[in-house]
């Protein structure tokens, strides 16, 4: 009896002993979870901010001072409009992730974009017919990032160069497409100091679960390539890095 109560209260420390050790790396667990979930926030919020101030203010103060004529005049009071209430919108946590939006507002945004810019470009824009609403988020990232490739194209292909947008949206994806065929560059040429690609296209698509393909060489144009599709970013968090190093 007594041999038989030594081994069960062996078993008993044993299983408790087996139990604290379980629970302190769970703990473990999930304190470097929380710390690598603030993080990645943390990247993710300051990539937010470097296209906020890349985008709307220093695009407001640049197209204020090119503004010569009526046209170029209002495209500057219109950043000037979005830079504020961006930065009212950054204050107040910039909406809510579950608002959706109808899937033809991404093309009609991009061709208002598209009508105010100093240099002309043929819109294309198809929604199927079983497109689905899309969220917020998505559509404020892709349009900012359009925006950003077609003011680049604008600024760098030339004055002769013909410039196109498609946007395609299907079931829960989208694809947007800035192209023309102007000067081009070499993106491993461009200045580290330069957010224009980096963080206002590339970061802007990645930071809602989306890509861009950004294929230029130097006299052959540059077709700038955006994707987001509701599934594959479900099932993979935002980047909260690039990969881009080439910068414009």
């Not at 008993?12 to 629970?23: F, Q, Y």
């Not at 640049?62 to 000037?80: F, G, T, V, Y």
């Amino acid at each position: 009896m007594t041999l038989l109560g030594a081994i069960v209260l062996g078993v008993i420390l044993l299983l408790r002993s087996a139990a604290d050790g379980v629970d302190a790396a769970q703990s473990q667990a999930i304190e470097r979870y929380a710390e690598a979930a603030r993080a990645h926030a943390h990247e993710h919020e300051r990539i937010r901010v470097d296209a906020l101030v890349h985008d709307d203010v220093l695009g407001t103060l640049l197209s204020a001072a090119r503004a010569r004529d009526p046209k170029a005049k209002q495209l500057a009071r219109l950043n000037a409009q979005r830079a504020i209430q961006h930065l009212q919108d950054a204050q107040d946590g910039f909406g809510t992730a579950t608002t959706l939006v109808p899937p033809k507002e991404l093309g009609e945004r991009i061709g208002e974009i598209a009508r105010l810019l100093p240099v002309p470009f043929a819109l294309t824009s198809v929604v199927a017919p079983d497109a689905t609403s899309l969220p917020m988020g998505v559509v404020e990232s892709v349009v900012a990032a359009t925006q950003q490739a077609m003011t680049n194209s604008a600024n760098h292909a030339g004055a002769d160069a013909t410039r196109a947008v498609f946007v395609d949206v299907t079931a829960g994806a989208l694809r947007v497409r800035v192209v023309d065929d102007g000067a081009g560059f070499q993106l491993e040429e461009i200045s580290a100091e330069r957010l224009g690609v980096r963080v206002s296209v590339v970061g802007r698509v990645e930071s809602v679960g989306g890509s861009a393909d950004i294929r230029s060489a130097p006299g052959q144009g540059t077709t700038v390539e955006l994707r987001w599709d509701a599934a594959s970013s479900a099932g993979r968090p935002a980047a909260a890095e690039t990969g881009a190093e080439a910068l414009r």
